[in-house]
């Protein structure tokens, strides 16, 4: 062989894979194969790996990839010297059993054996194992099966193989879809693996109706995708596909003056690009198409009455089309599809899908206005009759918690003040409680119940439709907000409000009768209620207690739930501590601010702020390591009041660190109480030279027992004066 290394290609020709799992598909099958060979010793770690997935195959480009792998040799420890041989040198039974272990029978002629100090010194004897060659035809057997067995599979199924399969033991096959092809080529050298029934060959299948020729035979791994071009009108590679198709979605809507709904505004192009490129829809399409060829369609302008979210979500979601919007951000009367063929006269295919549009627009239509025949208060008798939780009852009982607990955070934040509609004719605690109270009844609308996506969307129009005013309308749709990470807060206050409550009734209630998320299982999306609730107390620094929010929420339920307060609570501020872990907050200023368990959410970023300013300042790792001296101190004591006589201090360390206490600390509290945690923080940095001279010079547990209580109570005033704003003792090292 001229050759030590070659490229390698293998390609699984299946019937067509699930579109939504093909990216997945391709990068595991890919990878899995790649690591093994790499694990077998035949492809070195820094080979590219090329991963390729269309509807109608799988398959991986590894370069580098050698004939057979290179002997190894490796040192194995057996026993000390003197367990493996008896004083006059002969091997004894231990070493014997040793090498048994290992596969070996002691022959000195055939084993190498050395003698050589371990990592201890001891010297020891050690069997010199030389691993044989593996061909790559069964190193690349094994790494197949193993990617074969690794597919993350959505839905397997089984299938008999052809009468005429040569292969025993396949008569039936479980896989992802049936298997009609395989191609093992390294270099331009086929390699006799088998896998599914099938043998490998050279050769594959283009596009079902547009190859130039069949079957199209691959010469050399390196010519797989080229080939597949050229012959069989089949782009392979799934990221070149999705960006054929981002490319010529963004040239089509641009020639027409449109932009794509699926695009963000105000990025730049290569930014839109990759919104695109991972956009789910753009995703599936890639998955369903080997050669896209895009088509602009048009539907009737009259649909365009309907909410355009309807019309939308019913082209994506069902036809898989991309709607365009004009350039106020309007839905348009036209939309783009991607075919997988490419006719010369493209017209029976646009014809075809503007005939299967618009019935799905008519059934929106039809859904729209029957639904606005009935007023939303019409149907709240309704959410009586629909079960939530059996053991939480109905959307009816679930309405009526929620009502309950957003007319108490409501009347609360009215209480400090907080009237934000000078204009509205309803006040402020009305209008949440409207809103609360019909926030669930689009769930019994004939459209929610077939795009169950359009939730609170479709309250809010029909809300309108029916008199009620905007602040209510919005807050019925955006009382599900935030839905998820990222996801904007309610625009107004109302709508705040009534998104708060649903979430509180849902933790609340759930952790009450103990269904609690566990593992990577969390059916009632409890995490996300929580950060929900979290980003709302902080993001509007809303004038409420959580410890308030859950003790007023608990009521609601009457009987029906066990109150697990404690335990919500420790959920909601580990969700708060990884929230800020992922915002780049570091452990220790985490751990220092949130070991206080603030119950006014909004302050915790200023008291991050303040710690991350107090721990850049020189006096910091002094006064940390100060503070955990003290709570160690204290935590040894009995209880110990914060008082000190200043009779009783006798030792000039203490007077000092006593005056500069008092000099310091009622500045420092009222810098606190003002919310200024930042500046209360820095100026204890001065109490840094007293409190080490204390520490070194006073002796805490005098034997005079008044003198000892008065020493505690100095250090107990000074612990509670430090650990206002965060425990600083966190951030010692």
């Known amino acids: 062989m001229s050759m030590v290394t070659e490229n390698l290609l293998l390609e699984l020709l299946v019937e067509e894979l699930p579109p939504k799992a093909l990216r997945n598909l391709g990068r595991a099958f890919a990878a899995a194969l790649a690591d093994s060979l790499k694990a077998q010793g035949l492809a070195a770690a820094d080979a590219v790996v090329t991963d390729y997935a269309s509807p109608r ?24 010297e ?75 199924m089984q299938y008999q193989l052809a009468r005429d399969c040569e292969l025993p033991g396949w008569s039936t096959v479980s896989f992802v879809r049936p298997a009609h092809g395989l191609i093992a080529l390294h270099g331009g050298a086929v390699v006799p693996v088998t896998a599914l029934g099938l043998r490998a060959g050279n050769s594959t299948q283009g596009h079902r109706f547009e190859a130039r020729v069949s079957p199209v035979v691959i010469s050399h791994a390196d010519f797989y995708a080229q080939a597949l071009v050229d012959d069989g009108a089949v782009i392979a590679s799934f990221e070149d596909r999705s960006r ?120 929106a239509q039809f859904f729209y206005n029957q639904d606005r025949k009935r007023t939303l208060e019409s149907r709240v008798e309704g959410l009586s009759k629909v079960v939530y939780h059996n053991q939480l009852g109905t959307q009816g009982d679930r309405m009526h ?32 409680a409207i809103a609360a109270r019909l926030a669930k009844t689009d769930l019994l609308t004939d459209m929610v119940g077939e795009f169950p996506e359009l ?59 103990g269904n609690l998320p566990t593992g990577d299982k969390d059916p009632f999306a409890l995490r996300r209620h929580a950060l929900g609730v979290i980003r709302m107390l902080v993001e509007r620094d809303l004038p409420l207690r959580l410890v308030d929010l859950l003790r007023d929420a608990n009521p609601a339920f009457g009987a029906l739930i066990t109150n697990a307060n404690a335990a919500l609570t420790d959920f909601v501020f580990d969700r708060l501590a990884g929230s800020l872990r992922d915002q780049g907050y570091s452990a220790q200023e985490v751990d220092a601010v949130l070991a206080l368990r603030p119950q006014r959410l909004g302050e915790v970023p200023k008291r991050l702020d303040a710690v991350r300013a107090f721990a850049a300042l020189p006096e910091s790792p002094a006064l940390a390591a100060a503070n955990k001296r003290i709570a160690n101190i204290l935590k040894k004591a009995d209880d110990v009041d914060a008082h000190v006589s200043p009779g009783l201090l006798q ?47 006073v002796m805490v547990n ?29 951030l010692a090292a």
């Open 57 to 80: 195959r799988l398959a991986v480009h590894v370069t580098q990839v050698k004939y057979q792998s290179d002997e190894k040799s490796s040192l194995i420890k057996l026993m000390p």
């Open 702 to 730: 005098a034997e005079q027992l008044d003198v000892r209580l008065n020493r505690l109570g100095l250090l107990k005033t000074l612990h509670l004066a430090m650990n206002r704003v965060a425990d600083l003792s966190k």
């Open 455 to 513: 939730q609170g969307s479709m309250g809010n129009y029909y809300a309108r439709h029916d008199g009620l005013s905007t602040v209510v309308a919005d807050a019925i749709e955006d009382h599900y907000k935030p839905r998820f990470a990222g996801d904007s807060l309610p625009r107004s206050d109302v709508g705040l409000v009534v998104a708060l409550a649903d979430k509180l009734e849902t933790l609340v209630g759930m952790f009450g009768i």
């Open 651 to 697: 030792d000039d360390a203490e007077k000092a660190l006593h005056a500069a206490m008092h000099s310091v600390l009622p500045q420092a509290q009222t810098l606190f109480e003002a919310g200024d945690y930042a500046t209360s923080l820095q100026a204890l940095a001065v109490l840094r030279a007293p409190v080490d001279a204390f520490f070194d010079g």
């Open 82 to 156: 003197k367990v493996a041989y008896s004083a006059d040198g002969q091997q004894t039974a231990a070493l014997e059993k040793r090498l048994g272990k290992e596969g070996y029978v002691f022959d000195d002629g055939v084993l190498n054996l050395t003698k050589e100090l371990d990592d201890k010194g001891v010297m020891c004897v050690w069997l010199k194992k030389v691993d044989q060659r593996v061909p790559l035809e069964v190193a690349l057997q094994h790494a197949l099966g193993i990617a074969i067995v690794k597919l993350p599979i959505p839905k397997v």
């Open 244 to 363: 054929v198709i981002v490319h010529a979605l963004r040239e089509e809507a641009a020639r027409l003056g449109c932009r794509l709904e699926v695009e963000v505004p105000n990025l730049t192009d290569a930014e839109a690009e990759e919104v695109l490129l991972d956009n789910a829809l753009v995703q599936e399409v890639t998955g369903l198409v080997e050669r896209p060829t895009l088509m602009v369609c048009s539907f009737d302008a009259e649909f365009l009455e309907v909410p355009q979210e309807c019309l939308i979500l019913t082209m994506k979601a069902n036809q898989k089309y991309f709607p365009l919007l004009d350039a106020a951000g309007k839905l348009s009367n036209r939309f783009l599809i991607v075919s997988n063929i490419n006719p010369h006269d493209p017209s029976a295919v646009i014809g075809g899908n503007e005939r299967v549009v618009r019935p799905r627009l008519a059934d």
């Open 401 to 432: 918690r929620v009502c309950a607990i957003a007319r108490s955070i409501a009347t609360a934040l009215a209480t400090n003040g907080f009237q934000p509609y000078a204009n509205e004719p309803e006040p402020f605690v009305t209008l949440v």
